[in-house]
């Protein structure tokens, strides 16, 4: 049975812990808000990029690309998202056992995060690159991202590129989810959306016509590769915004675990102190009595 002095120390101990945990917290709160914006504000620009890149796909006729080449699927590449740090709830465990779910023998990662490529070296996996973000991710890592993930595609090295990702829903639910990146795909009539829930352009063909000027190839061509930069540039927003909200919710949590904690050990401190004092009160009594 723990004594009061180990109590004591237990309480003191936990309140540092919890003074901590607040602290965290506090600083989770702060970026998330940020992140949190930059995630909201990329959307709509992300949608109206598969716009026109549908608009323009739906008017290029027989415009073919390499970016857009359908192959037999034998070697597959996963830009696997993570983040650096752990002390964020089940955020990395699920987006984790997801990636368990990728065959093993015929799968290439790219790791985005330390998270990612701990668990790539940790698993035995084939990993071709490591990357890191900042808190603040920024367009010319996504791009760097990008442009590895389509040099693998276009030598031959993967024929199909995937996206493993956290995607932010809310403060409280973060979703890990799979997107595919290359081939771009299903480009006549719909072109898949980036982040939240799927969402697809449906085109009105024939309704309107539009001149592109150069030629809509020229245009798609151009196009193409700043859209898969953005399209990786948007995950590393969801991803980070998803990392923020739950770390914050992983603090919170904890502080009021801890908070808890205190109460019940204090209780108990207090209980076995008063029983202390009414032993003592009744040994003096009985040693009074005996003198008598």
């Known amino acids: ?23 965290m917290q506090m600083v989770a709160a702060s970026k998330m808000r940020k992140a949190q914006q930059s995630a909201l504000a990329g959307r709509p620009y992300a949608a109206l990029m598969n716009s026109v890149l549908a608009e323009v796909t739906f008017h290029a006729g027989d415009f073919t690309h390499p970016l857009l080449e359908t192959r037999e699927i034998r070697k597959r ?6 983040t650096d740090r752990g002390l964020c709830g089940a955020l990395n465990s699920n987006l984790m056992r997801e990636a368990l779910k990728f065959d093993k023998d015929t799968t290439v990662y790219v790791a985005a995060g330390r998270k990612a490529a701990q668990f790539v070296s940790r698993t035995k996996r084939q990993l071709a690159a490591e990357f890191s973000y900042k808190d603040t991710p920024l367009f010319g890592e996504a791009r760097a991202i990008s442009k590895f993930a389509q040099e693998l595609f276009l030598t031959g090295q993967v024929d199909h590129v995937d996206v493993l990702y956290t995607n932010f829903i809310s403060i409280l639910s973060q979703r890990p989810e799979v997107r595919s990146l290359l081939p ?22 024939g309704a309107t016509e539009f001149l592109f000027e150069p030629g809509a190839d020229q245009v798609l061509g151009n196009l193409l590769p700043h859209y898969l930069n953005f399209q990786v540039y948007q995950f590393l927003l969801e991803a980070k915004a998803s990392e923020q909200s739950a770390r914050m919710v ?31 009160l009744l040994e003096i009594a009985t040693a009074q009595m005996a003198l008598g």
């Open 77 to 82: 590449g996963v830009i696997l998202i993570s």
């Open 184 to 205: 771009v795909g299903e480009i006549k009539g719909v072109v898949a959306g980036v982040g939240g829930e799927d969402r697809f352009t449906e085109l009105f063909k």
């Open 250 to 280: 992983a603090m919170k949590n904890a502080t009021d675990n801890a908070l808890q904690l205190i109460k019940d050990l204090t209780l108990e401190y207090n209980k076995m102190r008063q029983a202390s004092i009414t032993k003592e």
């Open 1 to 23: 049975m723990a004594s009061t002095r180990d109590l004591r120390r237990r309480i003191k101990s936990i309140k540092n812990t919890a003074q901590i945990t607040k602290a």
